[in-house]
């Protein structure tokens, strides 16, 4: 392999030729040689942005000249196209504070920048740390690019996800809202309900959950970018914050701002504490949906199987004819995975020492894994199960006529006691609950068909009665 040297502060280092990356990097690689987590692409996109946005910012300013700037502006271009993906190697863990990457990052915005002036005839010399990294310092880059990543995360990926899926829901719990089946409390037989009710149940929460991340991911709209090293914006300009983050806006579509309070924003992630809390809701209410839905089409022959969810490949490589409930393992996969990256991030937003917090790397992997996550599982989930539920009528049907606790209909009329005899003699005797009134002399046959209609227990009684 042909090698050519960079230098840094420290001293030279072989770095491989073709490759844009700097001394730096090359250090990184070979000190951290730790697990397979690389840096999420994300985050190198939202630094490009952020980078692009600070040359233009800078160069309107009058502190970098437009012939660096535009070399800057098309390397950072190239990179938000993915076209430079290759020279992004680091792994999540290394420094905390995310300076290996942000390096990475100058580093080959700088090279090739150069290369790029190098084609338009020009000898132009552009310097990762003088240049790209002009008013910025990685104690603040790295935040700005963490709360890029995870809005634009948010709002492009789990939302529209979420909103497909609770469309979904929402047209088979209208669609299923006239069969009435049993309802089940601790794992045992209740009083009925519709299959249209119990989903119309799954879809609200997701309209909750979606409620809930709509109002927290907005509080990651406040930027640390330009307060520099403690927060105070030494090396910077005033007015620079402002113009950057305009730009970023105007690249972005997006609405953020510069942070309140810097000191806060360099060594605090109570907001994507907050916003992955509401992720977190989110994985707990799909983990509910996906058990639900596998308890319910459990068998296909000793099991629930009140209703039946498409067929998607075998199930065992034994057991022929076998089909599993795979979609809803994997998206209950997904949400133990997420519940987990929430301790991590909590735990890992409460180290902030003096003026910064040193987890931001697996801060935002853990947050970025969890948008992701969620988002594909729910369209995967979404796409290959939930559009394909449909009621089993025929075990609906014995299910419900079958089930004891009709005889709740009865407590108003014969009183909880005598209710409660009928139920238990029915279940001991093997008979039904008519048959066990009846043999009770407690209600006529005619008394208990006018009393224990299904139809008349999925909603409050009328004032007439």
Known sequence: ?????????????????????????????????????????A???????????AALANEEMGHLSTEKAKAIVKASDEIIEGSLNGHFPLVVWQTGSGTQTHMNINEVIANRANQILEEMGSEGNVHPNDDVNFS?????????????????????????ALAKFKSTLFSLSEKYSDIIKVGRTHLQDAVPLTLGQEISG???MLEKTEQMIENSYKQMEELAFAATAVGTGLNTYEGFAELAVKKINEFTGKNFKPAQNKFHALTSYDEVVYS????????????????????????????????????????????????????????????????????????????????????????????LQSARLLADSMVSFND??????????????????????????????????????????AHKEGLS???????????????FDEIVDPSKMIQPATIDG
Not at 143 to 148: D, E, F, L, V
């Open 384 to 425: 290959n199960c939930a559009v394909g539920i449909e009621p089993n009528y025929e075990v609906i049907k014995r299910n419900l006529s079958n089930s004891l606790m009709l005889g709740t209909a009865l407590n108003p009329h014969i009183g909880y006691e005598k209710a409660a005899k009928i139920a238990k003699h």
């Open 433 to 447: 609950l008519k048959e066990a009134a009846i043999a009770l002399n407690i209600l006529t046959e005619e008394e």
């Open 276 to 367: 992955h809390g509401a992720l977190k809701a989110l994985a707990a209410d799909l983990m509910k949906i996906a058990n639900d839905v596998r308890w319910l089409a459990s068998g296909p022959r000793s099991g629930i199987g009140e209703i039946t969810i498409p067929s998607n490949e075998p199930g065992s490589s034994m057991m022929p004819g076998k089909i599993n409930p795979t979609q809803a393992e994997a998206l209950t996969m997904v949400a133990t995975q997420v519940m987990g990256n929430d301790v991590t991030i909590g735990i890992a937003a409460s180290q902030g020492n003096f003026q910064v917090n040193v987890f931001k790397p697996v801060i935002a992997y853990n947050f």
């Open 43 to 53: 985050i190198i996109k939202a630094f490009a942005i952020l980078k692009k946005s």
């Open 202 to 204: 799954w879809h609200r």
């Open 136 to 160: 910025q310092s990685s104690n603040c880059n790295y935040p700005t690019a963490m709360y890029i990543a995870a809005v634009t995360a948010v709002e492009e990926q789990v939302l529209p």
């Open 1 to 41: 392999m042909a090698y050519r040297i960079e230098r840094d502060t420290i001293g030279e280092m072989k770095v491989p030729a073709e490759k844009l990356w700097g001394a730096q990097t090359q250090r990184s690689l070979e000190n951290f040689k730790i697990g397979e987590e690389r840096m999420p692409e």
